[in-house]
C-alpha cells in the first residue's frame, strides 16, 4: 500500500482510500482530500513535516502523520 508520506517532490497521485476515523478522517476529507481526487506534491519542510501539497487548485500543508493514512497510487 503507497501512501502520500511516500511520494516524492513534483510527483502527481491520485488518491485511492481514507484510512483512519471519526474526526480525523473528517478534517482531511473537508480539506478537499477524497476518493478520486488528483494530489500534486509540491515540497517538503527541511526536516521531512509537513510536507506541501496542491489539491483542487489550492495548497495544503499536511503533517506527515495525517499524509499516512490517505492511500494513493
Not at 38 to 53: C, F, I, N, Q, T
Amino acid at each position: 500500500m503507497k501512501t502520500l508520506k511516500d511520494a516524492r517532490v513534483g510527483q502527481t497521485v491520485t488518491v485511492v482510500k481514507l484510512h483512519g476515523e471519526g474526526a480525523v478522517k473528517r478534517r482531511i476529507m473537508d480539506m478537499g482530500i477524497t476518493k478520486g481526487v488528483e494530489v500534486y506534491v509540491r515540497k517538503l519542510a527541511p526536516l521531512g513535516d509537513p510536507v506541501e501539497v496542491n489539491v483542487r487548485n489550492y495548497e495544503l500543508s499536511i503533517r506527515k502523520a495525517d499524509a499516512e493514512m490517505i492511500e494513493v497510487k
